[in-house]
């Protein structure tokens, strides 16, 4: 199962919501939403994914770099890495499987051509940091009484990389995201705690990791 659909029913429990109520599959689709929505925002927030994931693909070069940061991780297994539509061998690289970079023994003077990593990689369902988790859980809480009073779709994705995070309180977060992969729309609603970010931040994707 998914994230969402693994701990929607356990969001519920945690608001007091009781599976006996009349309103109960209406709520728990509001959950699966909410809890979705907030890995999404989360997920744009840290410039990584988080969600367990078998067979992820990414691509790299033509930059001159001797390693490359995947973007879901904890990884957990490597199956293959091609260059320029080539297997390259397990002897010419390594994987720092917790922070999620792929190290090339072979250094490029002129760059990579169109290369790829296949890998499994995330967070399974019974795996997640109990602090990540906490705050996963109460972020989507936060979220879910605007999407089960107003039935506000899951986020549509956009072609840009969100660029702002906006914190009651306290004022707006601006910045970079070091991808540019799509991310998900923030509703009127979708606004990440300043509590939470505290947490989040020892989970952020390092943007930039040098090509040395």
């Known amino acids: 199962m998914s994230f969402a659909e693994t701990y929607a029913d356990q969001l519920l429990t945690m608001m007091g919501v009781d ?8 709520k728990r689709t509001a959950s699966v939403a909410a809890l979705n929505q907030a890995l ?8 990584r994914k988080l969600e367990y994931l078998a067979t992820e693909h990414e691509e790299f070069g033509p930059e001159r770099v001797s390693r490359f940061l995947m973007r879901r991780y ?45 890998y499994a990689g995330g967070y399974k ?6 602090d ?22 899951a986020p549509a994705e956009v072609a840009a990389p969100i660029e702002q995070i906006t914190i009651p ?31 989040l931040d020892r989970y952020r994707a390092a943007s930039i990791i040098g090509g040395a």
């Open 74 to 118: 904890p990884v957990e297994a490597v199956a293959t890495v091609t260059i320029a539509g080539a297997p390259f061998p397990e002897s010419g690289f390594a994987v720092n499987k917790e922070a999620g970079i792929l190290y090339l023994g072979w250094w490029s003077f002129a760059g990579w051509p169109p290369s790829s990593v296949d």
């Open 40 to 47: 999404a925002l989360v997920e744009a927030y840290l410039d």
């Open 169 to 199: 309180d306290v004022g707006t977060v601006r910045y970079a995201s070091g991808t540019g992969n799509s991310a998900t729309a923030i509703l009127g609603f979708g606004q990440i705690p300043e509590a939470t970010l505290a947490v």
């Open 132 to 153: 990540l988790l906490m705050v996963m859980m109460e972020f989507a809480a936060s979220l879910w009484p605007a999407i089960y009073t107003t039935g506000a779709p």
């Open 125 to 130: 369902d019974d795996a997640w940091p109990p």
């Open 19 to 26: 599976p006996a109520d009349p309103d109960y599959a209406a």
